[in-house]
């Protein structure tokens, strides 16, 4: 009891606390009360006469008992209790802004000072989670450096050549650092979500500046100069380039058409900084490179590249031929059939109890189920309202309709309790009574009715047209949050009337059940657009459907397996994970665009599907191999954040960019085989 009153006294001075309303078992609010002969009697929980002997805590116990707080703020099994300590919105004393960072550096200071005499704290609230975010954002400087000095790495294996290597890094920061100063400039900051698309903007750069670098080395092998082969680069790649780099950029604002502020606001972020990258990569990158001539190493091997056979790519080009085809397009038949299946226990919403932003085992879901376990109370709120006429909700239809709809949800699965200003009724009009049982419920009398909701306050609205009933849930699931939401529902079509109605909903688990909703509406609303607006892209420049049909099908394959996989691996849809099909078709078209692009224009010089294919390989593939590789690493890194959403958002991203490079260069010369027939004669492509 006496660190108890150490660790009240400590967070009552917290900058930002809400002293007034501190509550534990040393503070006056909390109270017990009980019913004599004699009328109402009680008083505070720790008595008066207190001081540690075992009569005085032997009546502190006696106490807690009657107060009723058992499980609210004592343990169930009396080894644990609560201090719980309300916040301003902004520091009293400064008028700023509370700085959680701050607080929950300060808590943490107090769970380590008072663990070395052996008592645990567990920290939980808006506060704390705010924190430890925070600190999980700060791992995102070294996933940066990490995925810098790999990809540099790699790109100097790729291009042999230093000045090769540093251009392309180059640019692609330059188009990060634009990206930022236009969102300053434009009024738009990085919040966790969309902190991470700096990663992306870098990736997407180096992946196109590596088809520049690969196609200057090419040109150059052949004896151009350096202001030569920049030009024939730009004539020949700054059209799929730009195709490229403009689906991504639509493909990103499409999540414009989900009604959820942070996605918009990385729908926007996203497309700025891929636009920041036309500039840089495919105008400011071939510019420099006209400037600057490619090291004699990176002609040579490129001009090797060129001369000598690829066993590898031989062995890849035969994916173009006749007998191969039918392998391939019933492996992908079987592929989308799979996934497809696999899809349908897709879940929308968050799959693992505590705070989805952290991973179960980390230190704030372990606090957090701690308290679940240990306590009745539940840090998931459902809060209904039931809306009424003014000074309408203490009349006895209304706390009638409210009280059945109290019993309703608390027969629900995943329902704890339920708390409304009929509970608090039925105590006082009970405890006018004798204490007895008997009276343990609502009376017809309006004024006995009107005298019982007095101390209620607090359970509704300054003139009583409104009237919040508060669910404690076992946990903030999809299925729970679902069974909820559908048995609100269900009893409010019964009982809604002219007089009232119920609507929900507020509290974490009703503002998440509400997104959930608008996630489900909007999912395959977005998922039609961004295919939509690729496809029609692709369409214009290629002036063919089947080309089309060859670029879009992988990624739809990738897609549906996508999906599969969230279900798989227990991923949810919800707000981080909902734009990374957008951001996956988006980006994965590239690969597509530029291996069909190199394709067309071998056939049309008269060469067979499979010749034009080896020679295509023998240009992008491996430049293409790269890009995926590059991409990977760019936004693998992700997977070790400390911070759940981020580290699911790696694993898709990084599912759907390798699967994407596969697709592309496995399915798509299998449908070329299977929609389009070259002919020779003319060199032109002939459909049929």
């Known amino acids: 009891m006496e660190l108890l009153k150490q660790i009240n006294d400590e967070v009552f001075y917290l900058p930002g606390v809400d002293r007034s309303n501190l509550k534990s078992l040393w503070t006056p609010s ?52 609560i201090v719980s300590a309300p916040l301003f919105e902004k520091h009293p004393e400064t008028g700023e802004s509370l700085d959680y960072q701050h607080l929950s550096a300060q808590l943490e200071v107090l769970r380590s000072k008072y663990a070395v ?47 090769s290597t540093f251009i392309p890094l180059l640019t692609s920061i330059i188009a990060v650092v634009w990206q930022m100063g236009l969102l300053a400039t434009l009024g738009y900051g990085l919040d966790l979500y969309s902190v991470l698309v700096p990663f992306l903007v870098f990736a997407i750069g180096v992946s196109h500046g590596v088809q520049i670098i690969n196609s200057i080395s ?55 900084g891929v636009a920041t990258i036309i500039l840089t990569n495919l105008v400011l990158l071939p510019v420099l490179m006209s400037f600057i ?69 980390s230190r704030y879901n372990l606090d957090n189920l701690f308290i679940n376990s240990h ?28 009280d059945r709809y109290m019993w309703h949800m608390e027969n629900v699965p995943g329902v704890q309790s339920a708390l409304s200003l009929v509970t608090v009724s039925k105590q006082v009009i009970k405890g006018l009574n004798e204490g007895s049982l008997k009276w343990q419920n609502l009376s017809r009398n309006p004024y006995v009715l009107n005298n019982s909701v007095g101390n209620a306050a607090a359970l509704f609205n300054a003139d009583c047209s409104s009237a919040p009933i508060i669910l404690f849930l076992d946990d ?48 395959n609303k977005m998922l039609f657009w961004v295919y939509a607006v690729v496809s029609i892209l692709c369409l214009i420049t290629f002036r063919s459907v089947k080309a089309v049909l060859c670029i879009i099908i992988p990624l739809g394959l990738t897609s549906v397996l996508c999906q599969a996989l969230m279900s798989y691996l227990g991923i949810g849809v919800k707000v981080a994970t909902l734009p990374v099909i957008a951001l996956g078709v988006g980006i994965g078209v590239d690969y597509g665009i530029y291996i069909y692009s190199r394709l067309e224009s071998f056939m049309r010089q008269g060469m067979s599907l499979e010749e034009a294919y080896y020679a295509t390989l023998k240009i992008t593939g491996k430049a293409v191999t790269f890009t995926g590789v590059t991409l990977a ?35 798509l010369p299998a449908l070329a085989r299977l929609l389009l027939v070259p002919r020779v004669g003319g060199g032109v492509l002939v459909e049929t």
């Open 30 to 81: 909390v109270r017990w009360i009980e019913v004599t002969e004699e009328g109402f009697t009680g008083g505070t929980v720790i008595p008066d006469t207190y001081d540690g002997s075992r009569a005085s805590l032997d009546q502190l116990r006696e106490n807690i008992l009657k107060s009723g707080q058992v499980g609210r703020i004592i343990a169930n099994d009396f080894r644990s209790s």
């Open 117 to 163: 005499q052996g008592v645990d704290l567990h920290i939980t609230g808006i506060a704390k989670i705010f924190g430890d975010l925070f600190e999980g954002v700060k791992a995102i400087v070294w996933f940066f450096i990490i995925a810098l000095g790999v990809t540099s790495l790699l790109l100097f294996l790729y291009s042999r050549c230093l000045k």
């Open 218 to 272: 090419a040109e150059t092998a052949r004896g151009a100069n350096a202001l030569t082969a920049a030009r024939r680069t730009f004539r020949t790649l700054y059209i799929p380039g730009m195709v490229a780099l403009i689906s991504d950029a639509i493909g990103f604002l499409t999540l414009l058409v989900i009604d959820i502020q942070v996605i918009q606001d990385l729908a926007i972020t996203a497309s700025i």
């Open 293 to 361: 001539t490619v090291s004699k190493r990176s002609v040579d091997h490129a001009r090797k590249s060129q001369q000598q056979e690829s066993r590898v790519w031989q062995v890849v080009a035969k994916l173009a031929s006749p007998k191969v085809m039918p392998v391939s397009i019933l492996i992908a038949l079987l592929g989308f059939a799979a996934g497809a299946y696999k899809a349908t226990d897709l879940k929308i919403g968050d799959l693992d109890p505590g705070a989805p932003e952290f991973h179960p085992d």
């Open 375 to 402: 306590y009745a109370t539940s840090a998931d709120l459902f809060v209904t309202y039931l809306e009424t006429q003014p000074e309408g909700c203490s009349r006895y239809p209304v706390m009638d309709a409210i």
């Open 476 to 523: 903030h699931k999809a299925e729970t949050l679902e069974r909820v939401v559908q048995a609100t529902q269900a009893f409010a079509a019964i009982n809604n009337t002219e007089e009232f109605q119920f609507v929900m909903a507020s509290g974490n688990a009703g503002v998440e059940a509400a997104i959930n909703e608008i996630i489900a509406q909007a999912q």
């Open 633 to 667: 690493i760019g936004v693998g890194t992700w997977i070790f954040s400390p911070l759940k959403f981020q580290a699911d958002m790696g694993i898709l991203l990084t599912f759907m960019f390798v699967w994407n490079m596969v697709g592309a260069i496995w399915l």
